[in-house]
């Protein structure tokens, strides 16, 4: 715990000396100075709702706990990207327990069931997860050995595809009426599959969503807004296990660092925060998917997208 500032107390009588000597007291209060354990459990769920909700909007979680993390933890940009691929411990949990059947169905397969659907899913699995981390973890690497990355383009380019997402599942709707149905899983072809693994490997560089991206490639797909987001999720599950082992094996003293500015009852609550708010997201996004409103909720998800990135334009990040 870090030693309180030794100030000096003014006289009784001298009202301005006791203003200044309030402030002072104050502001090293939310610095940490004083009862630091409060401010990093403070610091904690506030990373934590961050990890839980940028990480299923196309705003990209790393991104924002890059940014919130560098201001509250005083992290270094190499740090603070790996504490934001470290934060997805909390959202990875969320969705093992959301996506438990789907789970129990790639586990089945492996035991040998000759299920064509489950089997499927397997394939899916593993074709997108292969293709990721070939993608995914030399972009890591780069990532990581760089001071900084302009973050604002790719969340642009992220936005104006779901507004176009949101044309275009208004579109496939019309085409449902002519008998030109979207696609589900069972429809998916290894060349969608390995398009879904490429820009999930392309998600790993700071400013890209990998909910966002991956999403808004099934719906270019002509894939069901609900399935796509379905989907999305669980490859997701097996990208962030992946980037967790990278993590820890590739930069494990970022790792300490970040860890050591948090504490480990801090990172515990960050994680529990994330995954509570993530069950409730994770629910309502494919909830809504699966209706007519799903145009509405991609064209206010690339907005959130377009705003986000100018903003970091604008401060230069």
């Known amino acids: 715990m870090d030693r309180a500032p030794d100030f000096k107390k003014p006289c009784e009588n001298d009202l301005i000396a006791k203003s200044l000597y309030v402030y002072q007291v104050f502001f090293s209060f939310l610095s940490g100075s004083i009862m630091s354990p409060l401010i990093q459990w403070l610091y904690a769920i506030i990373l934590g709702i961050i990890q839980g909700v940028s990480e299923w909007l196309p705003i990209s979680s790393k991104t924002q706990i ?8 005083k992290l270094t940009f190499q740090q603070a990207y790996t504490f934001g691929l470290f934060m997805e411990i909390g959202t990875l949990t969320a969705a093992i327990i959301y996506f438990r059947k789907e789970l129990l169905e790639l586990v089945q397969v492996l035991l040998g069931s000759k299920d064509k659907t489950k089997r499927k899913l397997l394939a899916y699995v593993v074709v997108v997860t ?4 070939a993608i995914g ?3 890591y690497l780069i990532a990581d050995s760089i001071t900084g990355i302009a973050v604002g383009i790719p969340m642009l380019i992220i936005g104006f595809v779901l507004l176009a997402d949101a044309a275009l599942i208004r579109y496939s709707k019309k085409r449902q009426k002519q008998g030109i149905t979207p696609k589900k899983l069972e429809n998916l072809t290894l060349k969608d599959y390995l398009l879904v693994g490429i ?25 069901e807004p609900d399935e796509a987001f379905r989907l999305s999720f669980i490859a997701g599950i097996f990208a962030s296990l992946a980037a967790f082992g990278l993590t820890l094996i590739a930069t494990e003293p970022n790792v300490s660092a970040s860890i050591a500015k948090i504490g480990l009852t801090g990172l515990a609550i960050a994680i529990i925060t994330s995954t509570i708010i ?14 007519q409103k799903i145009i509405y909720l991609t064209a206010a998800l690339g907005t959130i997208a377009i705003a986000s990135g100018m903003l970091y334009l604008a401060l230069g990040i």
């Open 66 to 73: 890059i940014v919130a993390s560098t201001y509250l933890l």
């Open 130 to 133: 292969i293709i990721t981390g």
């Open 137 to 139: 973890a030399p972009l």
């Open 199 to 223: 820009t999930q490997g392309i998600s790993a560089l700071p400013g890209i969503s990998r909910s966002g991206i991956t999403t808004s490639t099934m719906l270019l797909l002509n894939v």
């Open 278 to 291: 993530s069950l409730f997201l994770i629910d309502f996004l494919i909830k809504v998917a699966g209706k």
